[in-house]
């Protein structure tokens, strides 16, 4: 049974496609107004150990490698100059890259995670139960 939780989403998905398409993503994450200072204030010059920390997060997430050692949301929570509204250009340019990237069934994969990603992250950071609009 473990051995079947272990396969990966999709069998044709690789880590050269990841590496791929974290790397084209991030690219466009760098040149993108709005989210770019806000990633070059916390990366700085450490984008290289951050692509590679995001490709062991992809590779768990899509092969279920487990090799992904981290947290996330408090990653996340800590970024407070981070707004709902950057979610909406995170996945945008995310499902831009997935659908350049990768072949039309595997980028619907990648994007269906990334949203389920987005959303978890957004709520955790931002809803309230009981506060106001």
Not at 11 to 40: K, N, Q, S
Request: proline share 8%; charged share 30%.
């Amino acid at each position: 049974m473990e051995n079947l939780l272990r396969q990966p989403v999709h069998p044709d998905i690789d880590e050269a496609m990841i590496h791929t398409l974290v790397h084209a993503f991030y690219d466009r994450v760098r040149d993108d107004a709005d989210l770019g200072p806000i990633f070059d204030r916390v990366i700085g010059d450490g984008w290289d150990p951050h692509l590679e920390k995001m490709c062991d997060f992809w590779s768990s997430v899509m092969l279920r490698t487990g090799r992904y050692k981290g947290n996330p949301m408090l990653m996340h929570m800590r970024q407070k100059a981070i707004r709902p509204q950057h979610f909406v250009r995170w996945l945008d340019l995310f499902r831009q890259t997935a659908r350049d990237r990768t072949p039309a069934p595997i980028a619907e994969l990648f994007i269906d995670r990334a949203e389920t990603i987005a959303r978890s992250l957004e709520m955790g950071m931002f809803y309230r139960p009981g506060a106001g609009p």
